[in-house]
């Protein structure tokens, strides 16, 4: 873990908001305050993608680093968060990319977390739906998360020339896209994308094609059908 970093002479403070308690160092100030909002609203604009999901999570902010960054885990739940504003940034507020793209990643496994895997993790703990995510591809969960940043707001990474010219380039170059295997495997020989990036394309690919409920239909079959082994592919 990169977190347990903060120096040992902070003092935290937190809000409670009907949906978080966030957690921040007594030194970050207002914008503690700031940030709740941002979840807040956030969590408001995701509701339109993720219908009917409803959950409480801890987020703890680190803002003693200079690192823009955040991750969700669940066993136990909570969402930890580097604020700081990237170098290489876009023309969107940090918080509100921070939240909505941490947040996607929290509705996802709140997604994860029903029928069978609900009733699982009440006798082996939260850690069943991170064991049940697994069966999810990488590029599902990032892509759908910068898909959401994209959609929701006036910017985003899937609306920069600069996150979308790799797969341009590889379109002119080869007058087609990689193979999925290809692209999903990485190669030693030709450049490859990351999940961020292919991800997001398949994701929106996807979505165009079958409708904006797909991968929430395809986390629920994941969730009831784990011992299935490949439910997504299903």
């Keep these: ?12 403070l937190q809000i409670k908001t009907e949906r978080f ?5 007594e030194t970050y100030g207002n914008e503690g305050i700031r940030f709740a909002k941002a979840l807040d609203d956030s969590y408001l604009k995701l509701g339109r993608i993720f219908p009917e999901k409803r959950f ?24 930890e968060v580097y604020p700081a504003p990237d170098q290489n940034s876009i023309p969107l507020d940090t918080r509100t990319q921070l939240t909505i793209h941490e947040l996607t990643h929290v509705f996802q496994l ?21 064991i049940t995510s697994v069966m999810m591809p990488l590029w ?5 998360a910068v ?3 994209s959609v929701l707001t006036g910017s985003g990474r899937g609306r920069s020339p600069s996150f979308l010219k790799e797969f341009k380039a590889i ?3 080869n007058e087609k896209l990689y193979k999925y295997d290809r692209i999903v495997n990485d190669s030693y020989k030709k450049y490859v994308p990351n999940h961020y990036q292919s991800g997001y394309q ?11 409920q797909l991968w929430n239909k395809t986390l629920g079959y994941t969730a009831n059908n784990p011992f299935l082994l490949d439910p997504v592919n299903l």
Excluded at 1 to 12: C, F, R, V
Excluded at 202 to 212: D, F, I, N, P, Q
Aim: proline residues 5%; charged residues 20%.
């Design 1 to 12: 873990y990169e977190t347990g970093q903060d120096p040992a002479s902070l003092k935290w």
């Design 21 to 25: 308690r966030v957690i921040y160092p």
């Design 56 to 79: 409480r999570i801890p987020v703890i902010i680190h803002n003693y680093s200079t690192e823009s960054n955040g991750y969700v885990a669940w066993a136990p739940k909570r969402m």
């Design 110 to 130: 709140v997604s994860l977390n029903q029928g069978f895997s609900r009733a699982m993790s009440f006798i082996l703990g939260e850690q069943f739906a991170g």
């Design 140 to 144: 599902y969960f990032e892509g759908n």
């Design 147 to 149: 898909f959401a940043e």
């Design 171 to 173: 379109a002119l170059e």
């Design 202 to 212: 398949m994701v929106t690919y996807s979505l165009a094609k079958e409708g904006l």
